[in-house]
Structures are given as C-alpha cells and as structure tokens.
C-alpha cells in the first residue's frame, strides 16, 4: 500500500475528486469552481457535486443562490442542496450569517470531515473541491484527506499571482495531485464601447508558467462584467448565459478535465 494511503480516505460512490485552487484569494478561484460544475453538469451531462473547503469565506451559497440549513436523511445525513444540477454542500449553509470564523487547523480538518462524510452525496461522477485558497497545512491536508485525482489551478496574469500559482503548484505535486492545468482568469479586458482587447493584469504570463512548469495551459478566462454580475446574483454565467463566448471557455476548459 502506497504511504499515506490510509489518510486519504475515498468517499463512497463518488468517481473523481477534484480540487480548483489559488495560490492567492481574489483571483477568481470560486467563480472559476462554479462555472466549472455546473459545465460539467449542464454541458458534460455528468453527475456533479460542490465542496465549498473554502471554510474562511464559504461563498458557494452566494454564487448557487442556495441557502438554509439542509435535511438530515434517515441515515443522519445531510442532504446536499442543489441548484443548475449540481449538489452542493458549503460550511455557509451551516454557519450563521457574518459569524465570524476563527478556524484553527483540526477545525477545518473536522469541518471537511462533516461537509463530506456527513452528507449523503449519492453517486457522482466528479466532485469539484473549491479549495481555501493558499498553499499552506490546510490546503495540504485537504489535499491528502480527499484524495483528489487532480488540481486545477487559477490565477490572474499578473506576476504576484503567477508566483503564488506555482507555489500551490508545487505543493500539490509534493502530496502528489496531478496537475490537471493552469487557467488564466481576468485574462483580458473587452472594451464594450470600442470592441479593444486590453491587459490589465499584463500578457501572456499564464501561457508561459504553464509552458516552464511543464503543465497544461487550460484557457482564458476574460475580465467581463458579466460574469461579476451573474456571480453576484447567483446565476452562473454557464447556466444563464449559455451561449455567450464565456460560457464556451468554461464548457471548453470542463472537457478537459
Ligand atoms: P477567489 O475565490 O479567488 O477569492 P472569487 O471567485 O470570489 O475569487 O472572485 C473575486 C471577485 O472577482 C468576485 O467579485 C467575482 O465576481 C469577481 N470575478 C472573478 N472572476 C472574474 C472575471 N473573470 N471577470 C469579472 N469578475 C470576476
């Protein structure tokens, strides 16, 4: 048995885990997990579940338009909430609103324990981990708890982000995750008036850290107000705009992965 195969326990009937991760907060981590899923779910036609890991700042029931506490099955499991197809299980559902959360390491490692055990997740083909972002204990532990089959990773173009993304980089391939690919989010700007392509956060420097890390380049993501709003209303652009150009880049990136 492979070392370290003992705490990396497989959870019952679900196919593949895996994680979308940032090296920092803020460069579209979560907004990237949803789109994710619910493509997987509403383009792939798979069965799909959302694991908000994100303790510190749970915003998977903002972005699924979920919220409230869920059923306890006979079982004295959760029941998943569900929207656009995808189950869905956030410590936000658990929480008060706007409590403040002072997570110590063994917490989030109890919490995971309960957001994935202790919920009746039923068959799913790929569960989609929104990771907490950072590369430190917790995102390792969460990494070896889940046993994921592999790691998406997020990042702006802009060289800080690029250098957090290769050390989340690194630390998945020191627990040995796979690295399934680099997205690019916030990758360019559209003018609405004019129709220009602008780079905000700077070009290209996605494209080449996946080149030098040897990993795959997934796609761009662009900087659009659409996806912000949809964000905010709890409508994923995937699901609510389905045929703009955004939600193909995302549908695109889902077969990939
Ligand atoms: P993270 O999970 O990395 O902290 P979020 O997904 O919460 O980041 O995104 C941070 C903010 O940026 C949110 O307000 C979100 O709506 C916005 N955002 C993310 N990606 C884009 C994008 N491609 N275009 C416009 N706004 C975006």
């Not at 799909?48 to 749970?58: C, I, K, N, T």
């Not at 796979?178 to 003018?191: A, D, K, Q, V």
């Not at 420097?205 to 709890?234: N, W, Y």
């Amino acid at each position: 048995m492979a070392a370290g195969a003992l705490s990396k326990p497989q959870l019952d009937g679900v196919e593949r885990i895996i994680a979308v991760a940032s090296g920092k907060g803020g460069v579209g981590k979560s907004t990237t997990a949803v789109n994710l899923a619910v493509a997987l779910a509403l383009k792939c036609k798979l069965r799909v579940g959302l694991l908000d890991a994100d303790v510190y700042g749970p915003s998977i029931p903002l972005l699924m338009n979920l919220s409230g506490q869920p059923k306890i099955d006979s079982a004295n499991k959760m029941i998943p909430l569900e929207n656009y197809g995808v189950k869905c299980m956030s410590m936000g559902f658990l929480m008060e609103k706007d409590a403040p959360v002072v997570w110590r390491g063994p917490m989030v490692m109890s919490a995971l324990e309960k957001l994935t055990r202790g919920v009746s997740w039923g068959k799913l083909d790929i569960m989609v981990v929104d990771m907490p972002p950072g590369t430190g204990d917790a995102q390792i532990s969460v990494s070896q708890r889940l046993k994921l089959a592999g790691a998406v990773i997020v990042s702006t173009p802009q060289d800080i982000a690029l250098l957090d993304a290769r050390r989340g980089t690194n630390m998945f391939q020191k627990v040995h995750v796979p690295i399934l690919g680099l997205i690019e989010n916030m990758s360019y700007f559209i003018c609405p008036g004019c129709g220009q392509s602008s780079h905000i956060f700077g070009h290209g420097g996605c494209e080449t850290t996946a080149k030098e890390m040897q990993i795959d380049f997934l796609g761009k993501v662009p900087l659009d107000v659409h996806i912000r709003e949809t964000s905010d209303e709890g409508k994923p652009i995937v699901a609510s705009s389905a045929n703009s150009d955004v939600a193909a880049v995302y549908n695109s990136i889902a077969t990939r992965i």
